[in-house]
């Protein structure tokens, strides 16, 4: 199985990602987290992107489609793989089609969590994030037990810098303008599923498996 998770900002991509790893044993590639990993390490790559996504900018493709392809090179990726955030660019998806037929595969299915603008502003300013093992809770929607502390590991809850009102608002325009074309471009080859992302986070993950068993 080699998934495309699609949808704007804060559909619920990585919070369905954890659940879809779980079931199917393979690896998730986020290139948000990716960059932000390099920001944390101080890289050459972390200081290019965080220009970009400091500003809720996209990072330019010739960097992304980079690391997607350096990724999708280890070996964890012959069983399959779940891609979240990328592609997100018409040009990034071709690229990405490049990529998938040198290495004699396909992507698979394709799948679309469906949010409502209005919605997503909410979700994504009440989002926290586990400092250590990267799990993403909502303040309303998804609170963890305790207040900012993690369920799984115990680890600091924090807030992205991206996940504020003003910033969000760039990111959903700069999906609305360069990822939402991607739409038509998988719906024309075939590989296109809408999901729902505005249902609880359990009936979503039961669609998302559904689908991807072929039972759906
Ligand atoms: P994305 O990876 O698409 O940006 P996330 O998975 O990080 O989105 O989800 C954004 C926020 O919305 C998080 O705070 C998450 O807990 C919350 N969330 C995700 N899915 C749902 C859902 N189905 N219902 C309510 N809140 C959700
Ligand atoms: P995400 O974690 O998916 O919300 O991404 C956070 C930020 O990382 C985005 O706002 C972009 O600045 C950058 N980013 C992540 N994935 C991509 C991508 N495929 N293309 C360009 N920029 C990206």
Known sequence: MNIIFMGPPGAGKGTQAQTIVDEFQIPHISTGDAFRLAIKEGTPLGVEAQKYMDQGLLVPDEITIGIVRDRLQLADCQKGFLLDGFPRTISQAEALDGIVESMGK??????????????????????????SC????????????????????????????????EKVGTRLDEYTNKTAPLLNYYEAKGTLRQVNGEQDIDVVGKQICSILRGQA
């Open 106 to 131: 396909q992507i698979t299915h394709v799948i679309n969590l469906n949010v409502d603008r209005g919605l997503l502003l909410a979700r994504l300013t009440g989002r926290r994030v586990c400092k």
């Open 134 to 165: 990267g799990a993403t809770y909502h303040v309303m929607f998804n609170p963890p037990a305790a207040e900012n502390v993690c369920d799984k590991c115990s680890g600091p809850l924090i807030q992205r810098s991206d996940d504020t009102e």
